[in-house]
């Protein structure tokens, strides 16, 4: 029940294009949906967050696609770049507390 | 800037040997926790404070105990460590359960 499935496990994007990344949850208590970046040998930092009250929630260049009917939650990279070659996770929170269930990962490198 | 500092970003210690790792935040959020992170995995949960208060996850070890003297600093204490215990060890702090946990850039384990 605290699962959350992400994947790919690893993504190559062109320069310019769209990075997707999709996660899926069980637990309907889950309330707090983060996605972070992390560069190698840095600790995760919060990208962008969205809340089960909205469908999607855009920050610049990045855009969370959440369905809730289908427990899903998505993240779009547009104009990807190479800087913003990292790993990805996605989390979710439940109601009762701030204990973070976190994705597997994804690995994104956009090629120049 | 306010943030959360992790010393020493590198450590090396031989099997069995004793190590403990600090975290300090300049933050003064009120939790703390301890993450283990192994290469191309999610960040896992060992345990966390609220305030004063210890609260260790069923799955970790009993080799791992943590300290918290007071708000600002935390200790993470490997009593024997093994070679498995290599890993990225990453502390976070959040205000109460409501808000974004902030990770510290992680200190790296070497296990000889």
Redesign the interface.
Known sequence: QQQVKQSPQSLIVQKGGISIINCAYENTAFDYFPWYQQFPGKGPALLIAIRPDVSEKKEGRFTISFNKSAKQFSLHIMDSQPGDSATYFCAARNNAGNMLTFGGGTRLMVKP | DAM?I?NPRYQVTQFGKPVTLSCSQTLNHN?MYWYQQKS????K?LF?YYDKDFNNEADTPDNFQSRRPNTSFCFLDIRSPGLGDAAMY?C?T?V???????????T?LTVL
Not at chain 2, 97 to 104: A, K, L, N
Request: proline share 8%; no cysteine; glycine share 12%.
């Open positions: 959360v992790q939790v191309s995995q999610a960040p949960l966390h990453l976070a959040s109460g359960f409501t808000d974004t946990q902030y990770f510290g850039p992680g790296r």
